[in-house]
């Protein structure tokens, strides 16, 4: 049942270029042009319609969410507010008229989630559900759905579903672009092609596995560690240290590198592990600066760059680079080094990977 792996975990890892082709297909019309969602199938207006969103979930679907973010504001220039499923429930939020919610949850049972779904409801929202689970709760209450195609995950740890979900919000942000005549409709074409490229290149970053676990085990009895990144790498750094905290039980932090220097860098002493992603090129400077800070206080660093990068070398210890793909779609590439990092870092530890304490796969009760 596990395929030849140790573990569930690495099983799940090494399925997601096929989790992503699968989730990409029947998605894309045969020309490459379109994005095609039957199970929504919404007219010019339903689009146009939408004036703010709200993304809603839980731990890494949150983190999918803030991806999902960027991705929509960038092509349609809708407002977008993610938030923790648990805060958004009793928060009395306010859902104006034209609100198209999005609960994302790879269970599509979490009961913070799906109260939040009730909640929305209630006050008139139009709800979006995507998942991972055919017939879920979450499936059954919300207007429309969206199935992830990942196919069962086991591992506590989530990881063929981020990346899906992920995939699932790029093709609906090109979708409600596309069906508004939104300012990035006419880079949908160019958009699809490079998803469609994605799980070859995932492929190719599951090949950087040996060098995690070297880091890993050379690491692995550090008490804390840091994931600094701006734009989404920060939102891709608060899910590879969400991983590490979750399984290998390392105190990690996710950081916006631009604000260290507002208190954690008091955190930054001599040999103390800091991953730097630096894959937004509109951003690479800054991070490189913040990236110099850390190393300025004797961190011991290991960035996440593309392949070609000649010059993050000279300011990391170590470097792991991923292929190029258009900068916003980074996060289905990126997180894959993330995952295997955690990954080892608990094997290494002699954890157990697929169960880590206290955690349930899905959280339904409160
Ligand atoms: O099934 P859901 O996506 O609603 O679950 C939400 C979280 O409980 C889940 O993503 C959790 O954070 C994972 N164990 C993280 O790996």
Known sequence: EKGGYEHFMLKEIHEQP????????????????????????????????????????????????????????????????????????????????NTLIIVISQSGETADTLAALRESKQRGARVLAITN???????????????????????????????????????FACYLAQQRGSIGASQVPEILQALKGLPELAERVLETAPSLRQFAEKYKDKED????????????ALEGSLKLKEISYIHAEAYA???????????ITEGIPVIALVTQDDLYEKTVSNIVEVKARDAY??????????????????????????????????????????????????????KPRNLAKSVTVE
């Open 18 to 97: 096929r989790a992503i082709r699968d989730t990409l297909s029947g998605r894309i019309s045969e020309d490459g042009q379109r994005v095609v969602l039957k199970e929504l199938n919404w007219t010019t207006e339903q689009a146009a319609s939408i004036e703010r969103i709200h993304i809603v979930a839980c731990g890494t679907s949150w983190h999918a969410g803030l991806v999902g973010k960027a991705a929509i504001e960038k092509l349609t220039r809708i407002p977008v507010d993610v938030e923790i499923a648990s805060e958004y429930r009793y928060r009395d939020p306010i859902v104006p008229d």
């Open 133 to 171: 689970v055919l017939g879920s709760s979450a499936n059954r209450e919300a207007d429309y759905t969206m199935i992830t195609m990942a196919g069962p995950e086991i591992a506590v740890a989530s990881t063929k579903a981020y990346t899906t979900q992920v995939v699932v919000l790029y093709l």
């Open 225 to 236: 560690a840091f994931f600094i990144g701006r734009g989404v790498d920060y939102a891709v």
């Open 257 to 267: 590198a631009g604000e260290l220097k507002h208190g954690t860098l008091a955190l």
């Open 301 to 354: 660093v290991l960035t996440l760059a593309w392949q070609g990068d000649g010059e993050i070398g000279k300011y990391a210890d170590e470097v792991i680079t991923v292929p190029r793909t258009m900068p916003f779609l980074a996060p289905v590439l990126s997180v894959i080094p993330l995952q295997l990092l955690a990954y080892y870092a608990s094997v290494a530890r002699g954890n157990d990977v697929d």
